[in-house]
């Protein structure tokens, strides 16, 4: 998948990517960078970006780190499980790349050619502007036929 559809699905066609401020910064043959304003609707009660925002952040930039090694026509990816441990007060733009190798991706597709299904664990960080690490994830997820 080439950036401008990466960048299409991240922030126009995912309501809660956009409504968050999610942008794709970069990506290469690699990696897949994304970034996220501190807006208001993003803030906890204490002026913090709020956990919720951080998780959803998260799970979208590895999602879409693997996702865009993959056919959208033949799979879709659900996230099943988000560990995330939260490290630093996150302020400010936060961001986070997330690396997933073209041959992972195509020895997950085996599988789920071959079962049906497939997991995929992807480590993630996120960082505010002041090079702080925020948090600290593993996203989880299952390759399924398109409904």
């Known amino acids: 998948m080439e950036l401008e559809m990466v960048r299409e699905v991240v922030e126009k066609r995912c309501p809660f ?12 043959s690699d990696t897949v960078e994304l ?10 009660a204490f002026g913090l970006v709020h956990a919720g925002a951080i998780c959803g952040m998260a799970e ?10 993959l056919d959208p026509s033949r799979v879709l990816i659900l996230n099943t499980i988000l560990n995330i441990r939260f490290t630093h007060p996150p302020r400010g733009r936060l961001s986070s790349a997330v690396r997933v190798l073209p041959e992972e991706a195509r020895a997950l597709m085996e599988e789920f050619e071959k079962n049906g299904k497939a997991d995929k664990a992807i480590d993630v960080k996120v960082f505010d502007a002041k090079g702080n690490m925020v948090a600290q994830a593993q996203a989880t997820f299952r390759l399924v036929k398109p409904f």
């Open 17 to 28: 990517a956009a409504q968050a401020g999610m942008r794709v910064v970069s990506m290469d």
């Open 35 to 44: 970034a996220m304003e501190e807006t208001p609707e993003n803030l906890n």
């Open 60 to 69: 979208t930039v590895a999602g879409m780190a693997l996702f865009r090694h």
